[in-house]
């Protein structure tokens, strides 16, 4: 169930913070056509039920479809139709967001264009004391100037997942600096095995990870750039070294979501989420273990983008009331559907911390492992990290990590962007 994080490529993950910029696609949007998905009956007429639209991107896990289904046809004070969206769900989300025949209901990531823009609105009325049980987290990357936005669905933290056969056959203990991941990546590629699976670009998807292990951040508190700075661009710089010993496997049959590459023996180390554990377990039994990007150096720390999916109500909503009564219903009121998407469709953690609590499956082993590390060192979506500068974040990274890019020159450049971005926004 990947999901983003505010990482910089354009993942299935993190294709979402696409969704954010939706002024920016509306002259592509325009061109993709009246094929929205919603259903025929907007309803509420003549005293028949309001009929809502909400819509999924294509979760990868068996089941997950049927379940979405399942709940929507639990629900009777409308009637709810399900669009699961195959290919690009974000270019589909910006096209539908800007008409009135769009959803009503629908998955995503917040980012500050979409409210500047109107395109949701606010929910804090439904969550009641129920507020007190969510994830600090959770509440923190769906708020902006105050008000919630956003109710989190999953929690979806990522970390490295490693072959302890190999590892033990080579003599090397899970890394704890950068240098030490390099190092055992570039010793445990043979003519057989990589090293290292970072994804089939190279590793994009480990530029957030690589800024916070330095110490840095996309943003501060205060809206301003984190990362222009010596220890951000030695951390970046790091990637390319990855690439440079050719320890990191590329082509992978899947991307650094699916655990195939991993299961397979194609790489002794690969990034992907918590999601993909249990197929790893079924694969591998006890013969892996997980670890968050490593800390730069002494002064660094570990590092993990703790992200997920979140859902939303339109604006453009003909019946904006009854899909957040919805929305309540399913994510705040119905802790029997939470935990079922949670924990059994991969693993996830409930944004709920009581269901969190009692989640047995994450209570043991490498599932307790990632939890752990998820509170120690997750790092969250900032609603302010707008699609153009993830942008150029992936493009900086693509220089550095394939190019070998002076990360200093790429990460200045980034700033200038980055500011003229935060201007426009808040002046």
């Known amino acids: 169930m990947p999901a983003r994080i ?12 696409r ?26 007429g003549g005293g028949s039920k309001v009929t809502l639209s909400q819509w999924y991107h294509q ?28 290919g690009d769900y974000g270019a589909k989300i910006a096209s539908g967001l800007l008409s009135n025949s769009g959803p009503d209901v629908f998955e995503s990531q917040l980012n500050v264009a979409m409210v500047k823009s109107g395109q949701v609105v606010p929910l804090d009325d439904i ?16 708020t ?36 030490d991941l390099i190092a055992a990546a570039k010793e445990l590629t043979t003519d057989k095995v990589k090293g290292i699976f970072l994804g089939n670009d190279g590793g994009v998807i480990a530029g957030g990870p690589a800024l916070w292990s330095s110490g840095g951040q996309y943003l501060t508190d205060d809206n301003k750039p984190g990362f222009n700075n010596a220890r951000a661009a030695q951390g970046i710089g790091k990637l390319h070294q990855f690439f440079a010993d050719k320890s990191t496997l590329l082509g992978a049959p899947a991307d650094w979501w699916d655990p195939g590459a991993f299961v397979q023996g194609l790489t002794a180390i690969q990034w992907t989420g918590l999601w993909a554990m249990p197929a790893i377990q079924k694969a591998l039994g006890d013969d892996f273990g997980v670890f968050a990007y490593p800390k ?25 009331e009854a899909a957040k009564k919805f929305v309540k219903w399913l994510w705040v009121d119905n802790a029997e559907f939470q935990e079922d998407w949670n924990l059994n469709y991969g693993f996830h953690i409930p944004p709920r911390k009581s269901l969190a609590a009692k989640a047995t499956k994450l209570q043991s082993g490498a599932a307790a492992e990632v939890v752990k590390l998820n509170q120690d060192f997750g790092v969250v979506d900032r609603p302010a990290w707008t699609p153009k500068m ?20 790429e990460l200045a450049k980034l700033d200038k962007t980055v500011n003229t971005e935060l201007a426009r926004l808040f002046g």
């Open 19 to 44: 969704t954010g910029g939706l002024a920016a696609l509306a002259a592509f949007t325009a061109a993709c056509g009246g094929n929205t998905g919603r259903p025929s009956s907007s309803g509420g």
């Open 296 to 320: 730069l150096d002494a002064e660094g720390k570990q590092a993990l983008p703790s992200g997920g999916w979140t859902q939303f109500v339109s604006a453009k909503s003909a019946n904006v």
């Open 6 to 17: 505010p990482n910089a490529g354009l993942s299935r993950r993190d294709l979402l913070k």
């Open 59 to 86: 979760y990868g896990e068996a089941g997950t479809k049927e379940a979405a289904l399942k709940y929507a046809k639990a629900y009777t004070d409308s009637t709810v139709g399900v669009q699961w969206i195959p």
């Open 390 to 409: 993830a942008t150029g974040f992936t493009d900086l990274l693509n220089n550095v990590i394939r190019k070998g890019a002076d990360p200093t020159a």
């Open 127 to 142: 969550l009641g004391d129920a507020k007190d049980d969510f994830n600090p987290n959770d509440l923190k990357t769906n």
């Open 144 to 179: 902006i100037d105050g008000k919630l936005y956003g109710i989190k669905m999953i929690d979806d933290p990522q970390v490295f997942y490693y072959r302890k056969s190999m590892f033990d056959k080579a003599g090397i203990k899970p890394p704890e600096t950068v240098d």
